[in-house]
């Protein structure tokens, strides 16, 4: 590409260069805006570089004005408003294509590098990991590559020596932009205050839950949270993430409790007994534009979210104020063994009992029968169990991909279909165990995630979403029951690859670990990668403002001495750092140069210095009007005229070693 570059004139290959920038401007938005948009926008780039390459005239302002009001027509169909976000940036990119087409000037190119910047930092609404950046870095190269070809007149140095002369620009300027990221404080909120588009959904849970709604989410990679531990990870089976906590029920969906208005029952207390070792863990969640934060069952403490409380409901569901907007990074601690709200009145169990009248009468007219009455009654625990076996018995089937459901989806589902997602099987489990008179909850959240071993951390994702059951015992409180674990045991105890049936993985899956196995060459890559990406969010992509609060504070309790010190060092190393730019600078000094300039400060001394806008042989002429005696003027021309040779014409290595004698001789000779 360079050298294609290098072969056309020097105006047609500014202009290639920008217009390559734009490219990669638009490049990542591609994803995001109307494939429309992007077909136009990159229609017109190369309709740039034609006109640029075979030396055509440029599109009149009476085509173009046509054409930017039809796109400024099709954004507001697409979007249905020309105002907002996601508009915004589509408006940005059509104009910036429709600006290569009315480039002419100086000025224009500057508009065009700067509203390149504009979009080219829209692309972090988009998306803010390592590879985003690295690719925006190589961007923001190339458009100061194109800026600075701008700046130069009629010569300038090959395209690699400029990209060389922008790294080394931006490695001056890398250190203080890291002092101001880290140190500086930053305000609460999302990426320049702009509020999440509301039109535009995000994926993750909801507070309802229906046929579908989970398995919708089970096909999503999406990251949700990453979980790094300071105690050791519990067991597969134990990672249950809580969420939401749905107790109502029509008939085809559940609902959390209040949330159609009516207030939940008098269960407020939340009496929690614990028992065994706490997990200790540091949770990094990403954005969601929902209230919800997620902790492992059960939590036992939890850090508040700087301006940002939450509340914490009776059934341990975790909401802030405010939705989730930035990622949030809080400690928190779980345990795993625990009796919750083991002494519940009759009447703040009743809810946990409500079944909407003449909904799917087969499955609770069997649930009834399988309990039984009077002395033959079972107890809870035999109930569930029987249940449970059930489950394992008929030939249920667990998948992504469930047949249709009837006006009563339950009676379906337990005696047509049998073929389902975690949220069919919890549903339905619950609607059983409430005919049966017991006490019951879907709980819905996440299980499991990928293990980091390197960092001790979890990696959970969309696809770890799940739904499982929790019934009230006497003595015990709530109790959690998955009977998707009756079905597909290795749901709980791998991952849903496992659990979902399939044919055999191909061997390149198998090879990269994607089979759900712990083996494959590039499992520990990708264990690395993933550590990779820990660090860059912690680290950079926290907009929190506690860590530059916290490095501020910490200066602030650094003693008299301390400081002292602290400022002596950095006093040593500025000047090490300067003396170590002026020692290279002095290698790379050209050793002409240094003769030439010896020689200018001997002329100066006798009161004959040299003008900035003077070269070798206008300097020679001057200096010899006034000399004195012949032999100084010779000495004088003769250095000048080897000095210009030497300096503007082609000779070889020999030649300036040869010169370089001569012009010291000269030099005393001139004294």
């Known amino acids: 590409m360079m050298t294609w570059l290098s072969r056309l004139p020097r105006d047609k290959a500014d202009m290639v260069l920008l217009l390559l920038a734009a490219a990669m401007v638009l490049a990542p938005h591609a994803l995001h805006l109307?494939?429309?948009?992007?077909?136009?926008?990159?229609?017109?780039?190369?309709?740039?570089?034609?006109?640029?390459?075979?030396?055509?005239?440029?599109?009149p302002l009476a085509l173009l004005a046509p054409l930017a009001l039809l796109g400024i027509a099709g954004i507001y169909a697409s979007y249905g408003s020309l105002l907002g976000r996601d508009p915004g940036v589509a408006m940005l990119a059509l104009l910036?294509?429709?600006?290569?087409?009315?480039?002419?000037?100086?000025?224009?190119?500057?508009?065009?590098?700067?509203?390149?910047?504009?979009?080219?930092?829209?692309?972090?609404?988009?998306?803010?990991?390592?590879?985003?950046?690295?690719?925006?870095?190589?961007?923001?190269?190339?458009?100061?590559?194109?800026?600075?070809?701008?700046?130069?007149?009629a010569v300038?140095?090959?395209?690699?020596?400029?990209?060389?002369?922008?790294?080394?620009?931006?490695?001056?300027?890398?250190?203080?932009?890291a002092l101001l990221f880290f140190v500086v404080p930053r305000p609460d909120g999302p990426l320049w205050g702009a509020p999440h588009d509301g039109t535009q959904a995000r994926s993750g849970l909801s507070d309802s839950m229906q046929p579908g709604a989970i398995a919708t989410l089970a096909l999503s990679g999406e990251p949700v949270f990453t979980a790094r531990f300071?105690?050791?990870?519990?067991?597969?089976?134990?990672?249950?993430?809580?969420?939401?906590?749905?107790?109502?029920f029509d008939g085809a969906t559940w609902t959390r409790r209040g949330a159609?208005?009516?207030?939940?029952?008098?269960?407020?207390?939340?009496?929690?007994a614990l028992a065994g070792q706490p997990s200790q863990y540091e949770v990094t969640l990403l954005a969601s534009g929902q209230r919800r934060i997620f902790a492992l069952d059960v939590p036992?403490?939890?850090?508040?979210?700087?301006?940002?409380?939450?509340?914490?409901?009776?059934?341990?569901?975790?909401?802030?104020?405010?939705?989730?907007?930035?990622?949030?990074?809080?400690?928190?601690?779980?345990?795993?063994?625990?009796?919750?709200?083991?002494?519940?009145?009759p009447a703040q169990r009743q809810p946990w009992l409500a079944l909407p009248a003449g909904s799917n009468p087969r499955s609770v007219a069997w649930a009834r029968q399988l309990r039984g009455s009077g002395a033959q009654m079972l107890a809870p625990a035999d109930a569930i169990a029987a249940v449970l076996e059930y489950f394992r018995r008929a030939p249920f089937r667990y998948t992504l991909q469930p047949p249709l459901l009837g006006k009563h989806g339950v009676d379906d589902f337990l005696f047509r279909t049998q073929a389902g997602f975690c949220e069919h099987y919890a549903g339905s489990f619950v609607v059983l165990m409430r005919a049966m008179g017991i006490p019951a909850r879907v709980v819905t959240g996440y299980q499991g995630g990928l293990r980091n071993a390197t960092d001790n951390s979890l990696s959970v994702r969309q696809s770890d979403a799940h739904a499982w059951s929790e019934v009230w015992l006497a003595g015990r409180g709530?109790?959690?029951?998955?009977?998707?674990?009756?079905?597909a045991p290795l749901r709980t105890e791998r991952n849903l690859d496992a659990a979902l049936p399939s044919a055999p993985a191909p061997a390149w899956r198998t090879l990269a670990g994607l089979d759900g196995g712990a083996g494959g060459a590039l499992a520990a890559w990708r264990q690395q990668w993933q550590q990779v990406g820990h660090a860059w969010n912690r680290w950079v992509l926290d907009?929190?403002?506690?860590?530059?609060?916290?490095?501020?504070?910490?200066?602030?309790?650094?003693?008299?001495?301390?400081?002292?010190?602290?400022?002596?060092?950095?006093?040593?190393?500025?000047?090490?750092?300067?003396?170590?730019?002026?020692?290279?600078?002095?290698?790379?000094?050209?050793?002409?140069?240094?003769?030439?300039?010896?020689?200018?400060?001997?002329?100066?001394?006798?009161?004959?210095?040299?003008?900035?806008?003077?070269?070798?042989?206008?300097?020679?002429?001057?200096?010899?009007?006034?000399?004195?005696?012949?032999?100084?003027?010779?000495?004088?021309?003769?250095?000048?005229?080897?000095?210009?040779?030497?300096?503007?014409?082609?000779?070889?290595?020999?030649?300036?070693?040869r010169a370089r004698r001569s012009l010291r001789r000269l030099l005393t000779q001139c004294r």
Request: glycine share 6%; hydrophobic share 50%; with cysteine.
């Open 34 to 59: 109307p494939p429309w948009l992007s077909a136009a926008a990159a229609a017109l780039l190369l309709w740039r570089a034609v006109i640029t390459v075979r030396g055509w005239r440029q599109p």
């Open 96 to 153: 910036l294509a429709l600006k290569s087409l009315e480039m002419h000037g100086r000025r224009d190119i500057f508009v065009f590098v700067f509203l390149s910047f504009f979009l080219l930092l829209a692309n972090f609404f988009h998306a803010q990991d390592i590879l985003s950046a690295a690719w925006m870095l190589a961007t923001v190269l190339v458009l100061l590559a194109g800026l600075l070809s701008a700046q130069y007149g």
């Open 156 to 177: 300038q140095p090959r395209l690699p020596q400029r990209l060389r002369l922008l790294g080394r620009m931006l490695a001056l300027a890398a250190p203080l932009a």
């Open 230 to 248: 300071s105690t050791p990870i519990p067991p597969q089976e134990q990672l249950y993430w809580r969420g939401v906590v749905l107790g109502d």
């Open 260 to 272: 159609k208005g009516r207030a939940p029952a008098g269960d407020s207390r939340i009496d929690i």
């Open 300 to 345: 036992r403490s939890m850090e508040r979210l700087p301006g940002n409380p939450y509340v914490v409901s009776s059934a341990l569901e975790v909401l802030t104020a405010q939705p989730l907007t930035s990622t949030v990074r809080y400690r928190a601690s779980s345990q795993t063994h625990y009796r919750l709200q083991a002494a519940l009145s």
């Open 478 to 487: 709530w109790v959690r029951v998955d009977p998707t674990s009756a079905v």
């Open 543 to 657: 907009t929190t403002p506690q860590r530059p609060r916290a490095m501020l504070d910490g200066l602030k309790n650094l003693s008299a001495k301390q400081l002292a010190l602290a400022c002596a060092m950095l006093a040593l190393l500025s000047a090490v750092a300067g003396a170590l730019v002026w020692w290279r600078q002095a290698r790379q000094d050209d050793p002409l140069d240094r003769l030439y300039a010896q020689f200018c400060r001997q002329q100066a001394r006798r009161g004959c210095s040299r003008a900035p806008h003077e070269g070798p042989h206008g300097y020679a002429a001057r200096l010899a009007a006034g000399q004195a005696t012949q032999e100084a003027h010779a000495a004088i021309a003769q250095f000048l005229a080897i000095y210009a040779a030497m300096k503007y014409g082609n000779a070889n290595p020999d030649e300036h070693t």
